[in-house]
Structure formats: structure tokens, C-alpha cells
């Protein structure tokens, strides 16, 4: 029996959503690890951008993990997730899942750990902002 479809899914909606496309493979015709990695980073930049209400930046990637390759048409959706943030940093969690072309049928082909840090208008570290500073006033967000 195939798996259902999107049924280990994160919750939520994806911060980003891409179609992989021929110009994102790598010379052996498989959609290319590294354009997978920026797909990551530019959704995890989103997601430290938001929550420190300004510019971040990439400090490390841990724990990156491929789990399953990605083929041309694959639809690809990246969750984010903030699971700890100290005085100037944020780690986000970060899980990759594509949707094969023309299927509802869904699997997660890479997850990592991205480490940001908020940056002021001369490119140093600053705080980050009180939680509630970052959230829109209709937001009822569980901390």
C-alpha cells in the first residue's frame, strides 16, 4: 500500500514552496544537494528575519541530513521551525519534503539545524527583540 499522502507532514504551511526544475540538477541529472541547501537557508532566513524584526545572518548548519534524493517536477516545501533561541541567536529546525509530480504522495528528503544571528545597521550582533515585540497584535501564537 503506498503511504498517504501528506500524512507525516509538519504542521503548518510551508515557508517556502518550489517546483525543482532542469537547471537545479547537478551533472549526473539529479536535482543538486547544494541547491537544496539554499532553498533551506533562504526559508530559515525568513523565519529568523520575522522573529528578530530584521536583518540575520547564516552563522552554522548542524546536523543536515539527505535523506532521499529530489527529481525535476518534484514539488518541494520547506517547514521551519524556531526551537531555541539565546541573546542574539536563533537555531531553526528544518525539514525539506517533496511531492513527487502528479501524486499526492509525500516524503521528507532532507532536515538540518540552521543557526542565525541578528545583525544591526553596522553588521554586529544585536539582541533579540521581547517575543511579543515580533508578533502581529492579532496573533494568538503559542510560545
Known amino acids: 500500500m503506498p503511504p498517504s499522502p501528506s500524512s507525516n507532514l509538519p504542521p503548518g504551511v510551508p515557508t517556502i514552496r518550489v517546483v525543482a526544475m532542469p537547471t537545479d540538477t547537478n551533472p549526473a541529472g539529479d536535482v543538486f544537494g547544494g541547491w537544496i541547501v539554499s532553498q ?5 532566513g ?4 520575522f522573529r528578530a524584526n530584521g536583518r540575520c545572518v547564516t552563522v552554522a548548519i548542524n546536523s543536515l541530513v539527505f535523506l532521499e534524493p529530489v527529481v525535476v517536477g518534484d514539488e518541494v516545501s520547506i517547514y521551519t521551525k524556531i526551537i531555541r533561541t539565546g541573546r542574539t541567536s536563533l537555531t531553526i529546525h ?17 532536515e538540518g539545524e540552521f543557526i542565525f544571528v541578528a545583525l544591526d ?20 501564537e503559542n510560545a
Open 40 to 44: 533551506m537557508d533562504l526559508a530559515a
Open 46 to 49: 525568513t523565519t529568523a528575519a
Open 94 to 110: 528544518v525539514e525539506t519534503w517533496r511531492r513527487a509530480r502528479h501524486t499526492h504522495i509525500t516524503s521528507k528528503v532532507t
Open 121 to 140: 545597521d553596522k553588521r554586529r550582533p544585536r539582541a533579540l527583540p521581547p517575543l511579543e515585540d515580533t508578533l502581529p497584535s492579532t496573533s494568538h
